[in-house]
C-alpha cells in the first residue's frame, strides 16, 4: 500500500459511511440488511467502466450504496505485486448488504465461495481476448504512467508492433525490472496464462458472465439481465421494471471512462498482422472458442 492510499484510506471509509446512513434515509430503512452487495468482476481492459457504471445506477433505483470504496485487486498496479488471498478475501469480507464494490479477482476456491453465497449479486465481464491485448498496449503505454509496466513499454519497446507482441506473449521478470529500476515482484504472463485463473467465474450460475461486446450490440437487453440477476440474488428495486431498466441504462456513459479510448468490438482485426494472429493463436490455444468467440 502507497503512502497517498493509507492517508487516503480514512477519507474513503468515512465517505461510504456517510453515503450509507443517506441511503438509510433516501430508501427510509433503518439498515440495507436484505439487499445484496453488487459486485462487478472483471478481467482487466474488459469494460470495467462501463460494467461499474451499471452497478453505480442501482444507488438510484432500490437500496444500494455506491460508497467509493477502492477496487478489490490481485495484483498491486504499483508494484506489480500479488496480493495475497487472505487481503483479497479481508477486502470482500468488509462489505456490507446493499454495498457496489468492483474488482479483479481470481476465481479461487475461497473467493468463489464468498462471492456465489446468499446476499451476492456477483458479475463478472469478459471481451475477446484479442481487443483485450491492443486495448492493454494503449493503456500501458499511454495512459498508465504510474503503471509498473509503463517504463518497460514506453521506453524500451518503441512500436506498436514490439508492445502488441509483449502484450500477447508476455514479459521475463527480469526485463521488466531492468526497465522498471526496482523489483516488479511478478513477470507479465501471456494472454492464456492471465486469463486461465479466471476461469472458474464461468462455471457458477451465481456469478452472471457478461460480454463487454453484448453492451454494444445489445445494450438494452444486456442491462435488462443485470437487473434480473439482481432481482433473483434478493435486490427490490422501487421502480417498475422497465423503468429501472432505463435508469441503468441511462447510466452508461463511456466518456466519462478514464481508461476510454475508442469503445469499439473488433478493432483488433486492424491491429493485428500475420505474425501477431500466428502470435496468438500459438500462445491462446483454444482460448477463444472456450469463451465462445469463435468455433
Not at 468515512?14 to 440488511?33: D, G, K
Not at 444500494?64 to 490481485?74: E, I, K, N
Not at 519497446?157 to 509483449?166: N, Q, S, Y
Not at 493463436?281 to 483454444?286: H, K, N, S
Request: net charge positive; proline share 6%; charged share 25%.
Amino acid at each position: 500500500m502507497t503512502f497517498k492510499t493509507k492517508m487516503s484510506e480514512p477519507a474513503r471509509l468515512a465517505r461510504w459511511r456517510l453515503r450509507r446512513w443517506q441511503a438509510f434515509l433516501r430508501w427510509r430503512r433503518l439498515s440495507l440488511a436484505g439487499s445484496p452487495v453488487l459486485f462487478a468482476n472483471s478481467f482487466p481492459k474488459s469494460g470495467t467502466h462501463l460494467l461499474t457504471q451499471v452497478m453505480h445506477g442501482f444507488s438510484r433505483i432500490g437500496p444500494a450504496v455506491d460508497g467509493g470504496l477502492p477496487a478489490v485487486v490481485t495484483f498491486d498496479g504499483f508494484t506489480g505485486r500479488q496480493r495475497s488471498q487472505t487481503e483479497i478475501l479481508a477486502d470482500l469480507r468488509r462489505l456490507l448488504p446493499g454495498d457496489i464494490a468492483y474488482g479483479h479477482v481470481h476465481a479461487f476456491p475461497q473467493a468463489v465461495e464468498f462471492l456465489c453465497q446468499d446476499g451476492m449479486a456477483a458479475y463478472f465481464i469478459l471481451r475477446d481476448p484479442r481487443d483485450v491485448v491492443v486495448s492493454h498496449v494503449h493503456y500501458v503505454a499511454e495512459m498508465a504512467p504510474s503503471h509498473i509496466h509503463h517504463r518497460y513499454y514506453h521506453e524500451v519497446l518503441h512500436t506498436f508492433d514490439e508492445r502488441l507482441k509483449a502484450s500477447i506473449a508476455g514479459v521475463p521478470e527480469q526485463e521488466l525490472e531492468r526497465a522498471a529500476g526496482k523489483p516488479v515482484f511478478e513477470a507479465l504472463p501471456d494472454i492464456r496464462q492471465r486469463f486461465e485463473p479466471f476461469f472458474g467465474w464461468l462455471e457458477r450460475p451465481q456469478a452472471l458472465v457478461l460480454r463487454y461486446e453484448d453492451f454494444l450490440s445489445e445494450r438494452r437487453e444486456t442491462v435488462q439481465k443485470v437487473l434480473e440477476h439482481a432481482i433473483r440474488r434478493g435486490f427490490k428495486p422501487a421502480s417498475p421494471f422497465d423503468e429501472a431498466v432505463g435508469a441503468l441504462e441511462a447510466s452508461i456513459d463511456p466518456q466519462r471512462s478514464p481508461t476510454f479510448r475508442s469503445g469499439k468490438a473488433g478493432g483488433w482485426r486492424s491491429a493485428f498482422n500475420d505474425e501477431h494472429r500466428q502470435l496468438f493463436q500459438q500462445v491462446a490455444g483454444d482460448l477463444i472458442a472456450r469463451l465462445g468467440y469463435e468455433a
